[in-house]
């Protein structure tokens, strides 16, 4: 299997690519600059790799939440793609991507990410016995005091709102907290390994399918909410 993955959701630009057994991938923290980047990088992990585009098998994005123009733009790249090479696309969310890069045991994972505004998105996981992920709860826009968690004995926490807002966050955690990575981000290799399991168990869209997920309508503040009126 030859899949493509990006990832355009949050500050950290990424792209992957499974090719046989075999992962590679490029990421960059690059705010506003994911348009410029993200293409070049899809065609340089194909040259590395030895293929064209007509090779792939699939497409796979993450979906939001995160950046509204993020979000956007990894869809419409992954559909102009998919629909160009007539593949289908995985879309894969984007929480789901970030909870795996929290460490590899039995305790649950929040992941976080800063929706500004006050607000954050926010779910939780845990593995499962093939390293993928269980949902221990619904994908959610909120605020951070009225962040509402299952009981679970151990944590970890991984994203950028843990970067914001780790006191509050901290609060609401119902058991230990054995690691916290606020510096984190939703990558692309970790989009293509949770597609990749869709696709074998064939769970795939028509690239006109795949819809991007934002949690919220409103993406940004009044000038009188921001107090500049």
Known sequence: MNLLALETSTEACS?????????????EIAPRRHAELVLPMADALLAEAGLGRHALDA?????????????????SLAQGMALALDVPVITVSSLAAL?????ED?????????????????A??????????????????????????????????VGTGW????????VHLTGILHSAQGVCYPQ???????????????????PEHALPVYLRDKVA????????A
């Open 15 to 27: 792209v992957a690519l499974i090719h046989g057994d075999e992962v590679i991938a490029r990421s």
């Open 59 to 75: 497409i796979a994005v993450g979906r939001g939440p995160g950046a509204f123009t993020g979000v956007r733009l990894g869809i």
């Open 99 to 103: 909870a795996l890069e929290a460490p």
């Open 106 to 122: 039995d305790a649950a994972i929040l992941a976080v990410i800063d929706a500004r505004m006050g607000e954050i998105y926010a």
């Open 124 to 157: 939780s996981y845990r593995r499962d016995d093939n390293g993928g992920l269980i949902a221990l709860d619904a994908e959610r826009v909120c605020t951070p005091a009225s962040l509402v968690l299952p009981e679970q004995p151990g944590w970890h926490v």
């Open 163 to 170: 970067g914001t807002y780790a006191d509050v966050i901290g």
């Open 188 to 206: 692309a290799r970790h989009v293509a390994e949770l597609a990749a399991r869709e696709f074998a168990e064939g769970r795939t869209l028509a």
């Open 221 to 228: 503040l009044t000038l009188v909410e921001q107090g500049r």
